[in-house]
């Protein structure tokens, strides 16, 4: 009675932030809503929520429940995943739709919730395969707008990623860092016990479908195709098998382009370590200089005096017999 009250007391409140969140949104946007409060109702009927949910194991025939794949997204069994779900909507409305178009943002709704169904369905089955548990086919439930609302985080992500989000003593988390952390946190609340399997399933299946049909698969008004641009990439690439140093590649950028580059500026520094040596040949060696120099005029031979040699005595003896060499 107490939380009725009090729930009685804040519509108003709820009322006017409603409307401010959803007033200037299309009505696309206002009927998903609308539809994601009614499917919240209509979980307290348990024939309902088997009937509209996606159950892996009624799927396939004989179930062949497959009209399932497009009418789980609008069941939530608990009142605060409504709430994500509208605010979802609703910035949705105001921040993607006039950038993307009604159609565009229709057809990334549907395909986002088709595939997250399509591809937890294939999940399910193969842990069926591995472990032959029965409950992974029939007690399991994808429903709500889970893989949705992770798709929404890569779009964020796309459309400004260095926009901080929050402040830590550690540091700042941006939008480029919100799809990879709430994925790995919905991991670690399942393995702990405080959330149901199908949202890591989800969320992750989301993220990794978003970001495939953004990077490589949405068409732009100017013809062209996905977003190559490298604060949208996945992951870097590595290649560290070059021999004389590590090659980054980056996606977007030409192989070709990179070689003739790495090939001129090889080329401009040959060209300016010859153009060094040469102007240091001019310069003496310091070896010539070191060397004694010596000159020959006339026959004549001049010691050097830089290097005393010691006196030398030698003795001649005369033959008084020999005839004096005349003097002309």
């Given amino acids: ?61 004989p179930g062949f429940r497959i009209w399932t794949i497009f009418t789980h997204c609008f069941v939530e069994f608990h009142f605060w995943e409504v709430c994500v779900d509208v605010v979802t909507l609703g910035l949705c409305g105001k921040l993607i739709e006039p950038l993307w178009g009604k159609m565009e943002m229709l057809t990334f709704f549907t395909l986002i919730n088709t595939s997250v169904a399509f591809f937890g369905v294939f999940f399910y089955l193969a842990i069926y395969m591995s472990t032959f548990n029965t409950d992974v086919l029939f007690e399991v439930h994808i429903h709500g707008l889970s893989g949705y609302i992770a798709a929404v985080s890569v779009a964020v992500k796309q459309m400004m990623p260095d926009h901080v989000v929050v402040r830590t003593p550690l540091g700042k988390m941006t939008n480029r860092n919100v799809p990879l952390c709430v994925s790995l946190l919905s991991i670690i609340l399942y393995l702990v016990g405080l959330l149901e399997g199908a949202y890591p399933t989800m969320y992750t299946t989301g993220v990794v479908i978003g970001w495939l049909y953004l990077r490589f698969y949405q068409r732009h008004s100017n013809g062209t195709r996905g977003d190559m641009a490298d604060n949208f990439t996945f992951a870097r690439k590595y290649d560290v098998g070059a021999p004389t140093a590590i090659t980054i590649s980056l996606p977007g950028t030409d192989t070709h382009d990179a070689e003739r580059r790495r090939q001129i500026a090889l080329k401009a520094l040959s060209e300016r370590l010859s153009q060094q040596a040469d102007s240091g040949s001019s310069w003496p060696s310091l070896d010539d200089d070191s060397r004694p120099k010596t000159e020959v005029q006339g026959g004549d031979q001049s010691t050097p005096v830089s290097n005393p040699v010691e006196p030398l005595t030698v003795a001649v003896e005369i033959d008084p017999s020999t005839p004096k060499p005349s003097i002309a």
């Fill in 1 to 61: 009675m107490a939380a009725l009250k009090t729930l009685h007391r804040n519509v108003p409140y709820l009322k006017q932030q409603l409307y401010a969140l959803l007033g200037n949104t299309s009505s696309s946007v206002k009927i998903v809503c609308l539809m994601v409060f009614i499917g919240y109702f209509i979980s307290y009927y348990e024939p309902a929520v088997l009937f509209l949910t996606v159950t892996p194991g009624y799927v396939f025939p």
